[in-house]
């Protein structure tokens, strides 16, 4: 009895160790998933020197880069993109919303041509419309429910989410994040469609302009998630970095709003490494490489947790991949890119 008791205590001793190394192993692996599945990389592709999609489609693979966001279908990425996995976030165009929202035939069309049709690519999104004001964001909920409807009647509405992407600038009384709440009457019957479909908002999440344009009041480590310690509290949470502040200020928009359910997602983040003038001029203001990695090497590691208002991870698409050449605005706007046009870190990065 003696021999078969310490022969069972030590069965069990080495069933409960190798019970700890696969809990282990299964908690290592899940926190490996929240990592990567955090982060997306947008693939912008304004301009004149960019590579081949399929040459990008390998690039984001070798970086363990698992999710995309495109501006417009393309029929060269979707090829690339076919059996990699590689979660997909494809916009509609903002100039193509008029037609699909007075036309659900052209809606149903569109999500034929552009969905239904590519087997093999891993559609996660669709986002309608891309940060839309005035009389033209009238479009975004009629041209939302048709996509959705039509996904809906081919089936794929469990697995394609629906949405758009909106500026920051959709919300006032940002500080402190508690006061937040939306300032365009177009954002409330957008929520609770999202509310309704159980569909995320996208919203543009910036802290370099934020800093760029209210340097005496926003410092830079607080902008690039280097201070060392809170700037200040907003009731039960204490704020260390903007990021965390801009989107708990769009959370409690959408309490406002009795839209409290709907996740977000932080479409596009990043920081630009250079304000493009010529050599011995002087840069745009923080708009260093230096203050680029700082930031978006930062904004990786930090968004697997969440915010003070909302902890988890918020998935979050930093721009871009590239410089684009072409970019229409601010000089500054061409100098987001992550890699050179030879595939090259502009600097290095850990995505995992």
């Known amino acids: 009895m003696m021999n078969f008791k ?3 205590k030590s ?10 190394v696969a809990f282990a192993f299964f908690v290592l692996l899940a926190a490996n998933l929240t990592r990567v599945k955090s982060i997306g990389v947008c693939y912008g592709m304004i301009g004149d020197n960019l590579p ?16 995309m966001r495109i501006y417009f279908p393309d029929q060269a990425t979707f090829d690339a993109l076919k059996g990699t996995g590689i979660d997909l976030a494809m916009d509609v165009p903002n100039n193509v919303l008029p037609s699909l929202a007075n036309d659900a035939s052209a809606a149903a069309n569109w999500v034929q041509n552009n969905i239904l049709a590519h087997d093999g690519v891993s559609f996660k999104y669709i986002v309608v419309g891309n940060e839309l004001f005035g009389d033209a964001a009238n479009n975004i909920l009629p041209a939302m429910s048709k996509i959705w409807d039509a996904l809906c009647s081919a ?23 508690s006061k937040g709440e939306f300032s365009e009457s177009f954002m409330f019957p ?15 999440i910036y ?19 280097t201070s060392p310690s809170p700037k200040f509290s907003d009731g039960p949470y204490q704020y260390q970095n ?5 989107v708990d200020s769009v959370y409690s928009a959408l309490e406002k709003a009795g839209a409290n359910a709907v996740s977000l997602i932080a479409v596009e983040s990043g920081w630009p490494g250079s304000g493009g003038n010529p050599v011995g001029a002087s840069l745009a203001v923080g708009a260093t490489l230096s203050n680029a990695q700082t930031y978006n090497q930062n904004l990786i590691n930090h968004v697997r ?48």
């Open 207 to 225: 802290p370099y302009f934020s800093y760029a344009q209210n340097q005496a009041q926003i410092s830079l480590d607080y902008a690039l998630f």
């Open 242 to 246: 903007l990021f965390d502040a801009m």
């Open 52 to 67: 081949s999609p399929s040459d990008v489609v390998r690039l984001y693979q070798s970086n363990g880069i698992r999710a």
């Open 155 to 177: 089936g794929r509405c469990n697995q394609i989410q629906v949405s758009t992407a909106v500026s920051f600038a959709v919300v006032k009384n940002s500080y402190p994040p």
């Open 6 to 8: 310490k022969q069972n």
């Open 190 to 204: 957008i929520v609770n469609f999202l509310k309704n479909t159980r569909n995320p908002l996208m919203v543009s």
């Open 305 to 352: 947790n969440g915010t003070p208002k909302r902890p988890g991870n918020l998935e979050t698409y930093i721009f871009a991949m590239f410089n684009e050449n072409k970019k229409e605005g601010d000089e500054v706007e061409r100098h987001f890119g992550l890699f050179n046009p030879n595939l090259s870190p502009i600097y290095p990065l850990n995505f995992n």
């Open 11 to 20: 069965s069990m001793a080495k069933g409960n160790a190798f019970s700890l």
